[in-house]
């Protein structure tokens, strides 16, 4: 067990959770705990005055590290080891697909693996961890830097993709961040800085508001499958029993979006690199699923920054929206989290995590 000497400022904490390797990294306003061993899943993401973790819990719980499936899973692990939290997607995300000649399972990687990780600064004023990991199949380095800062309420996430090959290789890369209960409700509202949004008839759930054909509108209106607009700016609570998915483009720079609860006065907002993520998938479960593993009991939504749509990998490819490193070349990705209190809305979050809320 290591940093457990100090009680304020920035501090972090090592230990374990049911055979994974856990860090913890707080301030005096945010903590956030990493399960390294578990593709560096931000599995608590918590706002310490007024109690509110952001991030969704799966009612089963997490599997112990080892677990063993019935039969493996043909599309990979991702779902059998999902716990909820902020997950991470790549090379692909997606349903799994060959890359070079060998499958890739779904949402890539890196989600259920071990990653090392150092200690690169724990003084009150500053504690930061840098995680990596190499990918198997594919030939990536991934190298991500999490940071508190004293009395900030931000996470800042640096990340960096190396091609280690000697070839060009496409690939695909994206976040996954999911909120929940108590945090997520029906009093809770979308703001972001996309100017568009994009559904696609393929992905429209059966009890979904999203159309069968592919539409296009400016946010946050789009025309649903009865005619009439969809205002997605308003988030669905736990008993509307529907399922959606939406992506939003033409973004600012920085991207971002932010998730408010209005009756609580509480929120999260996202930023991150436009040119490495133009686009971000939301995906709002609302009991409207009743497949495996959802089997009508979820009640979630995720916000993905994403490097390419529709999600599939090889339509990016086809489409030309795979993201592509040569030999040896790397690709930086930048990304904060802030909660912050307050205001009816957010009208604009700057690449430093600042929040311009509206009053």
């Known amino acids: 067990m290591y940093g457990y000497y100090r009680n304020y400022g920035c501090r972090l904490l090592e230990f374990e959770i049911l055979g994974y390797r856990v860090l913890t990294l707080e301030n005096e306003i945010l903590r956030t705990t990493v399960l390294a061993d578990k593709g560096t899943c931000i599995y608590e993401l918590l706002h310490k005055p007024s109690d509110t973790d952001f991030l969704w819990r799966f009612e089963r719980g997490l599997r112990p590290k080892g677990y063993v499936e019935s039969i493996p899973h043909p599309k990979g692990s991702f779902q059998d080891y999902l716990a909820g939290g902020w997950d991470e997607m790549f090379p692909i995300f997606g349903p799994a697909t060959p890359m070079g000649g060998l499958p890739i399972g779904y949402h890539g990687e890196v989600t259920c693996v071990p990653w090392d990780y150092v200690i690169e600064q724990d003084v009150p004023e500053e504690v930061a961890v840098r995680f990596s990991v190499r990918t198997v ?10 940071r508190l ?14 091609n280690e090959a000697g070839v060009e290789v496409a690939f695909a890369w994206g ?11 029906a009093d809770c509202v979308i703001d972001t800085g996309a100017r568009r949004v994009l559904s696609y008839g393929r992905e429209a759930h059966e009890r979904g508001r999203l159309a069968f054909e592919d539409r296009e509108g400016n946010w946050p209106h789009i025309v649903g499958r009865d005619g009439r607009q969809v205002d997605l700016r308003s988030v669905p609570g736990p008993d509307s029993r529907v399922c959606d998915h939406f992506y939003l483009t033409d973004f600012g720079d920085p991207a971002w979006c932010a998730v408010m609860n209005l009756d609580t006065g509480v929120g999260i907002g996202l930023t991150w690199t436009r040119e490495v993520m133009p686009s971000a998938i939301v995906w709002q479960e609302s009991g409207g699923n009743d497949e495996a593993p959802w089997w009508g009991r979820t009640y979630a939504m995720a916000v993905e920054p994403l490097s390419s749509h529709p999600m599939e990998f090889p339509e990016a490819l086809q489409e030309g929206t795979a993201l592509r490193l040569g030999p040896g070349d790397s690709l930086s990705l930048q990304m904060t989290a802030t909660v912050f209190t307050g205001g009816q809305g957010v009208r604009t979050i700057a690449a430093d995590g600042t929040v311009d809320l509206i009053s």
Not at 175 to 185: D, E, N, S, V, Y
């Open 175 to 185: 976040q996954h961040p999911t909120f929940g209960p108590p945090f997520l409700g």
């Open 149 to 162: 800062r004293r009395h900030c309420p931000t996470l800042f996430i640096s990340e960096t993709a190396t």
């Open 137 to 146: 199949r594919a030939p990536f380095r991934l190298a991500k830097t999490l």
